[in-house]
């Protein structure tokens, strides 16, 4: 009943859309690439596929993150404008409940996104490297670890929006995070399991550590904690409301 809720929320704000566009725009980003300097890709030596996702992963994630910071904006702009979230409060809906239909539905499109840029980049590998073998257990053991280390800058962004009124503040605040961790040196381990640096991570450079468990593992202690934070944190600050 709640994820049936949130979704008639959005029905009218683009917020699909707006997912679905990012998502062609983070795939176009690996195809133009190749289409423009072919030869810069193909005259390196390794897995094709590993290739790719090392020269254009940084920009599609950053594209995705910015696509995620906008549409936890967009979510609680609808409940804050007009006074929404006061008037949900006397509904019989849990406040968890609605944060985790958002996070559901926020976790789905950014699957939606990261399975097309997938394909998209299988589609460049197969293509432009005539030798690249079609491993269709790898492609999948990859999506997922890309989509699952996300999740706790999904979780994170959420509760940002959740906690400010006003949504330029929480896009503000979202945007500073993503510039200042994008900036710093993503081969510190620390750094690189903080929500808004996982998703910068590539599923080859993380399994040639050994470090898979490891960043699942704590993504998804993150993401839990997280979770369990934001329903505590609003029935604090309803109580000095």
């Not at 810069?40 to 390794?46: I, N, P, R, V």
């Not at 009124?165 to 710093?184: A, E, Q």
Request: aromatic letters at 10%.
């Amino acid at each position: 009943m709640t994820l049936g809720l949130e979704t008639t929320k959005i029905k009218r704000t683009g917020y699909v859309p707006a997912f679905l566009c990012c998502g062609l725009l983070a795939s176009a980003f690996p195809l133009v690439n190749m289409l423009v300097r072919p030869e810069t890709f193909t005259a390196l030596s390794g897995n094709p596929f590993s290739i790719l996702m090392d020269a254009n992963w940084q920009m599609m994630a950053m594209l995705n993150i910015l696509a995620l910071i906008c549409g936890a904006c967009v979510m609680y702009h609808t409940e804050y404008a007009d006074n929404g979230a006061q008037k949900m409060d006397v509904l019989p809906v849990r406040t968890g409940s609605m944060f985790l239909g958002k996070f559901t539905i926020s976790a789905l499109l950014l699957a939606t996104m990261i399975v097309l840029e997938t394909a998209v980049l299988t589609g460049c590998a197969v293509y432009w490297f005539p030798s690249y073998e079609f491993n269709l257990l790898e492609l999948l053991k990859c999506t997922a670890f890309q989509w699952f280390i996300t999740l706790p800058t999904v979780m994170l962004m959420l509760v940002i929006a959740s906690a400010c009124k006003n949504m330029w503040v929480s896009l503000g605040i979202g945007v500073i995070l993503v510039f200042i961790l994008s900036i710093l040196p993503q081969e510190n381990l620390v750094l690189s399991l903080l929500p808004f640096s996982s998703p910068y991570q590539a599923f080859a450079t993380v399994a040639e550590q050994n470090q898979v468990l490891l960043f699942l593992g704590i993504c998804a202690v993150e993401t839990a904690v997280l979770g369990i934070a934001e329903p505590l944190y609003q029935k604090i600050r309803r109580c000095y409301e």
